[in-house]
């Protein structure tokens, strides 16, 4: 056996690892996040993954979305594993006045203890602590949906939300961030309507799934349809067989 | 000067000797040009000191005895050409640029600059290097276009120096000039990106990189609400005096989490005329109603925050030391004037308690008597600036008591706008013996490369602190002096130690060596 050998065996996965790595290093602060993007965040072990969505009103405007964030670069299913399992969130906020701001997030939540909750849940906080978020992440550079970030950057989730699931202390009721392959309420939360603080609404579901498929449908009580196994998961799993195949005829051939 | 040419080597010795006594008055002339924060204003004099004040200009203690200092200053609010083009455009406010000419070391025209306003852009300024663009800052031109002679007559007497000097004002043609030395409201590292307000801005850490930046003065905080908002007992709703507030309190209300009085036990009350009437005031405030003053339903309960833009040392100070756990409100609406919204960015250090109390004068605001603001004390006690609208004796409203203590006890001095140093002293016990726990470094800000008006601004530094007991602000002013170098403070009357820039805040409540301010 020669290195010559040997390198040529490792060539496809180098190229690979080399790739992986390279968009691993996708820095967080080259984030954009405009006020209403809804942020997808990956959570609870010592490495954060995030996706910018795009404006919620956009995905809550009815209908289902399916993203595949499973086939993403940056492999956030590997990059967020660990010890604990993990956990995943939503948060949007946005507004100019008390009278027009408000923050779309998942929750546990059920419909009636949405309209039971307004009053241990804080809008305006969520809403202040989402523009310091949005700054950390970067707002001068556009490149870039997606990161990743370690658990104890500044500008990560976990410092920024906590992993209590009440988004830092501000919203009191029920869980806002749920296990994988579990459904969560999307709930509208405004700052202020007339003289009524708090006021929230079921807007929509949202899911996460342990094979890698984001689903999100608009409207209370909306139906998310079963989703396929995704497209790049069986394009990677064909990849690696195919790699796989290659090698041992080689080997086999020089046997 | 004279200079006769000999024969031999003596022609090449007169000719450098001559040349040099031509040049050195010229090299002397070292202006000291200082960019900062508004809270540095409270040191260069005022345009027109009234008999018996206790101000003292310290730019004037830099001059040479006899002669004729002159003392030079914008009236009106002036663009700043190093801003942001219109609409966002920076405005300078009116007297926060100073311009000294005095003779000094037997040299005229020695100037001395100082520019307030925002603690971000001094700190800029300074970490720039020397006489490049971006150490520019701007001033004014002395007996430029717009200088006229104050109203009053010249010439005036500083009553801090017994010195005479000559007054202008109104000084509108602006020069760009290198920042010799900067001020800030409070250290650069306590600026924090997740501290935002609702223009969009957000501020951004500032490392002392190349610059070392050390505690001048120390100075408490305060926080104020509208006339409107009292107790209210628990069975009748009706008004009960005066509140007061915890820190933790403070932090919910400008985090946005509790949003009307009632969340807290409190109520808002209508006003009653104010008497005598002040008609510098905005529409709308008024004092306090009498205890006993029955609820009304129809009177708004919720809660108006007024804040301080993310670029203002004093907003930077605030969160760090009241705003510690939580981020405050990025909502709201940027006035003046401070209308048909909960919660408003304030520019300036005036426009702080114009959200309160309203004022008549151009940028006019109606009150707003359910209002809640925060000032540094010193700044908002200040009758040089804001007349009678200042915390300790502002009409629209009154300095709450943070977990149990207040900045100042606030009783009227005597003589308002000069109480004796008794009276200081008393107002100042419970911040000095560290039992008013929220206040704040100013700093000043130099490079760490040499300057070659060091001695200069050592001097400066050194004539606050003996100059500081005889200024207006001592009145609410702890005098913790320390010099650039570090070192013990040059008063050391204060015994209150804090970290950088955030708590935890420790302190030794007990009595100085000397007796003379008894803390039990």
């Known amino acids: 056996m020669t290195p010559t050998w040997w390198k040529r065996r490792a060539r496809p996965f180098v190229v690979m690892a080399v790739g992986v790595a390279a968009l691993s290093a996708a820095d967080a602060r080259a984030m954009q996040v405009n006020p209403g993007d809804l942020m997808l965040a990956m959570f609870s072990n010592g490495t954060e993954y995030y996706r910018n969505l795009g404006p919620a009103s956009t995905l809550l405007a009815g209908g289902t979305v399916n993203i595949d964030v499973g086939s993403s670069s940056l492999n956030p299913f590997t990059a967020t594993a660990g010890s604990n399992p993990i956990l995943w969130g939503l948060i949007s906020a946005e507004g100019t006045t008390q009278l027009n701001t408000f923050m779309n997030t998942a929750s546990t939540m059920t419909s009636q203890q949405i309209v039971d909750s307004q009053t241990v849940n804080s809008v305006v906080p969520v809403k202040s602590t989402m523009d310091g978020w949005r700054n950390q992440l970067g707002l001068s550079t556009p490149a870039g949906t997606e990161a990743t970030l370690p658990a104890s950057d500044p500008a990560s989730w976990n410092t920024t939300w906590g992993l209590a699931g009440n988004l830092g202390g501000n919203m009191g009721a029920a869980s806002f961030q749920g296990n994988l392959d579990s459904v969560l309420t999307l709930i509208k939360g405004q700052a202020r309507v007339g003289a009524q603080l708090n006021v929230f609404s079921d807007v929509g579901r949202a899911v996460l799934t342990s094979n890698g498929m984001f689903s999100i449908c608009g409207g209370a009580g909306c139906e998310l349809q079963p989703v396929p196994i995704p497209a790049a998961a069986v394009l990677f799993g064909s990849g690696l067989i195919g790699l796989i195949g290659i090698a041992r005829r080689k080997v086999a051939a020089m046997a | ?520």
């Not at chain 2, 005479?164 to 650069?188: E, K, L, R």
């Open chain 2, 1 to 520: 000067m004279n200079c006769h040419f000999t024969f031999g080597r003596g022609p090449i010795w007169a000719a450098a000797l001559c040349t040099l006594g031509l040049a050195a008055p010229y090299a002397a002339q070292a202006d000291i040009n200082i960019v900062g924060s508004t809270h540095g204003q409270a040191y260069q004099g005022v345009a027109n000191p009234v008999a018996g004040q206790a101000a003292a200009s310290v730019p004037l203690s830099l001059c040479d005895a006899g002669g004729m200092p002159e003392r030079y200053q914008n009236q009106a609010n002036l663009v700043d050409p190093n801003g942001p083009p219109p609409p966002n455009q920076i405005l300078i406010p009116a007297g926060n640029i100073v311009v000294w000419r005095c003779t000094r070391g037997g040299v005229p025209n020695f100037l001395f600059r100082y520019t307030g306003g925002f603690s971000a852009m001094a700190y800029g300024n300074i970490k720039a290097p020397l006489n490049s663009p971006a150490s520019m800052f701007t001033s004014i031109v002395p007996g430029g276009a717009g200088c006229a002679a104050e109203p009053g007559g010249n010439p005036k007497t500083d009553p801090g120096t017994g010195r005479q000097y000559n007054s202008f004002i109104n000084c509108s043609q602006i020069v760009q000039v290198t920042a010799n030395f900067a001020t800030s409201d409070t250290n650069g590292p306590a600026f924090q990106p997740t501290m935002c307000d609702q223009s969009g801005t957000c501020a951004q850490t500032i490392l002392n990189t190349g610059v070392t930046a050390f505690p001048i003065t120390a100075t408490a905080f305060s926080v104020i609400v509208g006339n409107g908002v009292q107790k209210c007992d628990p069975t009748t709703k009706a008004a009960a005096g005066k509140i007061s507030l915890t820190r933790v309190q403070v932090e919910a209300i400008y985090s946005g989490a509790i949003a009307s009085w009632n969340q807290l036990g409190y109520c808002v009350y209508p006003v009653a005329p104010l008497n005598p009437a002040d008609g510098s005031l905005g529409a709308g405030a008024g004092d306090m109603s009498p205890i006993g003053t029955p609820f009304n339903a129809a009177i708004d309960q919720s809660i108006v925050t007024c804040s301080r833009p993310v670029d203002a040392g004093t907003r930077i100070v605030y969160d760090a030391v009241f705003q510690k756990d939580v981020t405050q409100i990025t909502t709201g609406t940027i006035g003046p004037p401070f209308s048909g919204d909960f919660n408003y960015l304030a520019p300036t250090v005036a426009d702080g308690l114009a959200c309160v109390q309203g004022r008549s004068a151009a940028p006019a605001s109606p009150a707003n008597m359910n209002a809640i603001t925060y000032n540094r004390a010193d700044e908002a006690a200040s009758p040089l600036v804001f007349g009678l609208g200042n915390v300790g004796r502002m009409r629209g409203g009154y300095p709450v008591a943070v977990d149990g203590v207040l900045p100042s006890n606030y009783l009227a001095p005597a003589v308002l706008n000069n109480p004796t140093a008794q009276e200081r002293q008393n107002s100042q016990k419970a911040f000095r013996c560290g039992q008013y726990l929220f206040w704040a470094d100013w700093v000043g800000i130099q490079r760490n490369t040499p300057d070659a008006n060091q001695a200069l601004w050592n001097q400066y530094i050194a004539g606050i602190a003996n100059l500081l007991p005889r200024t207006q602000i001592g009145y609410f002013h702890a005098r913790n002096l320390r010099p650039p170098a570090g070192g013990p403070a040059v008063n050391s009357e204060m015994f209150v130690q804090k970290a950088n820039t955030k708590g935890p805040i420790q302190f030794n409540a007990t009595d100085n060596t000397s007796g003379a301010l008894n803390c039990r």
